[in-house]
């Protein structure tokens, strides 16, 4: 399933598109240790996270995700917001909790 696909199926509030709107999603991972993510999300993620500075989009770049979801409505800080234009990941808002975002994106992704 791409990027954009998931943004549809789960009805996702889209934040940023990112460069790659059709890149595949190829796994999934729910953390908010940013250091912990960097070290263990793998290139192709789906991230889930309630985390909402700057530091979301350069662990989103090293680790490569196809894509970040903002859980439980979370809101991004000024400096996140700012940067969603330059980084390739998509990011999107959801109200869901991460529990229940994962069980979604494994469900509609098959990931």
Partial sequence: MTVKQLAETLGL???SMGDEPDREITGGYV?????WVMGRAKSGDCWMTIMSN???????????VACVILAEGVEPDEP???????????VFRSPMGSHELAWRVHDAAGV
């Fill in 13 to 15: 509030e889209v934040l």
């Fill in 80 to 90: 996140l917001a700012k940067k969603f234009d330059t980084i390739a990941a998509a």
């Fill in 54 to 64: 700057v530091n979301v989009a350069a662990v989103a770049e090293l680790a490569d």
């Fill in 31 to 35: 953390g908010d240790l940013l250091s």
